[in-house]
């Protein structure tokens, strides 16, 4: 078979968002990729530095939906740092079952699409069924569906009462048994899942570790790195996370890891709503907030997301500038698509959960 | 022209080729549609929205592009559901409908069935797209791969009906439905079951339908040798596809099963019966994911073609 060349991209129905490989190929395999990224940036760095620290926190919630907890949480975490703000012990459990409430949608989210790419449309359908609940949950305790505005500086924004509590439990009561009984066997059986994602995309522990990934992708080759075990926030500290790792380093490892870390974000908002102390939401009124920088970093869903923040005591932040998991992940798909199938390239590209609106804001 | 050649055209254009075969197509398109949506606790379209589909594309532009070599990307459609109106027109209906035996054989119908399969190579490979390329090589890998147990399939039906009648080969499909008709369905003579798996087999795969959707895989290639069609030459297309499955089906039935009842009653039995595979197929689609093209093509390599030389060793050991 002759080679050409095959655009994927920017607009393609397996990809959720823009973005453009020129594929190379060889037969029916891949032999180069060459990505072009630049299709939804809209200038939100430069942005930040014509608002001031408030209007930010909305603006930076709006960078990406998957991640929309984890940006704000990082940005909040950096002002805190340069004021010394204590933040409360209540609004940092409060905070915890934020992150992890959209860490079990989002990984939902990925597995699902993966399911669609295979073309496993009755999967697909049922993961996304499952994954509403985390939704209702959402809608019900934050107002809202994607965008939760969970975090303020120095607190958080919303609260949870005891019939809350009970309402999330119950949700959670009802969504474990689904994941633990149907979806997590059924990924980890079915011949058509395993079929099409054993054995693809592989990139081992070593090129994990030069090529800087992140997240899922890098437990997925058995690199135990995880931010809220490596250097723990809010009371990540106290809650004793368990870091999932498969050593495969192969699509299906990565949706494993994704689907076993729902379970733990399970365990983990369980344990947050158990052990929610008593206490006020924030650190009450924002103090002057000197001139300074910090570094903070979140775990997002798809892994370590980085903040740097400079401000020069005015309310204008001279600089915020952040690292996303994706920046390093996306480079590392030439690794893994050279010498994969045609059929390959969408579960591959999938497989990395990539947020392109995050990388190139 | 004479009667005989009048009735023959009618035959293909309205009854039960062409119109009959398109609106039946159709409605089995929309129920396959809407159990798919059940089955998926989903509500689904109304069984009509097949129909409306194709209006819509009936009534948009048509695009060539820059890329296409245009004779070829606008004449395959044609030749495709032409093909597809002749070869439902030769389906025989048991107690309602004989095919003029003007239009040939089991032959000529195995011939035509590979047709609509050509057809999307060439509008593949007509349109430029490198997507159509890539359904292109796909579609004629599973092609290759499924041509051969169809084949056996065919063959052994015809040598074990020939074998039943006193004839070496019986290749006319009217001839055996009526001996089946007279003495039992061979879809309850164990001598011919590995025939009809080998048939069952090929329906998805020549239907594609998951998990052998490969060559239109629309989440990898964007329905590969569509990609680039618009407007009526897509509506032709879609139009071909759903005359193809009552072609597939209606064979089968014709083949395997076509005992009913005479009259207005027999042709109510065929599309119950059709309406049955229908949902067969439904529930396998719903069931599986997408195989790649060369697990699908060793598959076919493996099973159906074991299939179908047993069946034909078993059609040859009934002489």
């Known amino acids: 078979m002759k080679s050409f060349d095959m655009p994927v991209g920017p607009l393609h129905v397996s990809l959720e968002e823009p973005m453009y490989f020129r594929i190379h190929v060889e037969g029916e395999q891949v032999a180069g990729i060459e990505i072009t990224a630049g299709h939804v940036h809209r200038g939100i760095e430069y942005l930040t530095a014509k608002r001031n620290i408030y209007q930010n926190l909305a603006l930076i919630e709006r960078v990406c939906s998957l991640c929309s907890n984890s940006h704000p949480q990082a940005y909040c975490m950096g002002l805190e740092k340069i004021a010394g703000i204590e933040v409360p012990e209540r609004a940092q459990y409060l905070r915890v079952i934020a992150d992890e409430i959209k860490r079990a949608a989002s990984n939902m989210f990925n597995v699902a699409i993966l399911a669609h790419i295979v073309g496993f449309e009755s999967l697909f359908m049922h993961v996304m069924e499952a994954r509403e609940i985390m939704q209702d949950t959402k809608e019900t305790v934050f107002g809202n569906r994607m965008d939760l505005a969970a975090n303020v500086i120095g607190g958080v924004k919303f609260d949870i009462d005891e019939a809350g509590a009970a309402y999330v439990i119950g949700q959670l009561n009802r969504l474990e048994p689904i994941l633990v009984k149907e979806i997590i066997p059924l990924y980890e059986t079915n011949a058509s899942i395993l079929s099409r994602t054993r054995g693809v995309g592989v990139i081992n522990r070593e090129q994990c570790i030069d090529y800087g990934l992140m997240g899922p992708v890098a437990r997925g080759s058995g690199y135990a790195y995880d931010v809220r075990t490596a250097a723990p926030y809010a009371v990540y500290d106290r809650l004793d996370v368990e870091v999932i790792t498969y050593p495969d380093g192969d699509v299906w490892s990565r949706a494993m890891v994704r689907l076993r870390e729902v379970v733990e974000a399970i365990r983990l908002m369980r344990l947050c709503l158990r052990e929610l102390p008593e206490g006020p939401l924030t650190a009450g009124p924002l103090p002057f907030i000197p001139a300074g920088e910090a570094i903070t970093k979140v775990e997002a869903p798809r892994g370590e997301l980085i903040y740097y923040l400079k401000t020069d005591g005015t309310d204008i932040p001279a600089r915020v500038k952040w690292r996303v998991p994706t920046y390093m992940n996306w480079d590392a798909l030439e690794v893994m698509m050279v010498g994969d199938r045609i059929s390959d390239i969408p579960l591959i590209v999938n497989s990395i959960d990539p947020c392109i609106s995050c990388t190139e804001r | ?319």
Request: glycine share 10%; charged share 10%.
């Open chain 2, 1 to 319: 022209m004479t009667t005989e050649t009048l009735w023959t055209l009618a035959t293909v254009l309205v009854f039960p080729g062409g119109l009959f075969a398109l609106v039946l197509g159709l409605a089995l398109k929309g129920v396959e549609r809407r159990a798919i949506a059940r089955l998926q606790r989903r509500i689904g379209p109304p069984l009509v929205q097949p129909f409306y589909d194709l209006l819509k594309l009936m009534r948009k532009r048509t695009l060539i592009p820059d890329t296409a070599n245009a004779f070829v990307f606008l004449a395959v459609p044609v030749a495709g559901l032409a093909s597809m109106a002749v070869a439902a027109g030769m389906i025989p209906i048991a107690g309602f409908f004989e095919p003029s035996p003007l239009l040939g054989n089991l032959v000529v119908l195995f011939y035509l069935i590979s047709i609509p399969a050509v057809s999307l190579m060439l509008a593949g490979s007509a349109s430029g797209s490198p997507y159509g390329a890539i359904g292109f090589s796909r579609e004629m890998a599973i092609v290759l791969a499924y041509e051969g147990p169809i084949l056996l399939s065919l063959v052994s039906v015809a040598l074990y009906a020939g074998a039943l009648t006193g004839q070496p080969v019986l290749l006319n499909l009217t001839e055996i439905v009526r001996y089946q008709q007279q003495h039992g369905a061979f879809l309850f003579d164990p001598w011919m079951w590995p025939a009809l798996l080998t048939y069952l087999c090929f329906i998805p795969a020549n239907l594609g339908i998951a998990p052998f959707d490969i060559p239109e895989a629309e989440s990898e290639i964007l329905e590969g040798p569509l990609v680039e069609y618009s407007g009526p030459p897509l509506g032709l297309m879609k139009m071909m596809s759903v005359t193809k499955a009552v072609v597939v089906l209606g064979l089968g039935i014709a083949l395997f099963f076509p005992n009913g009842p005479a009259g207005l009653a027999g042709l109510l039995v065929f599309i119950i019966k059709c309406l049955v595979l229908v949902l067969a197929v439904s529930l396998l689609k719903a069931a599986v994911g997408r195989m790649r093209i060369d697990q699908a093509v060793l598959f076919y390599l493996k099973w159906p073609e074991l299939l179908g030389f047993a069946g034909l060793a078993l059609a040859i050991a009934r002489f």
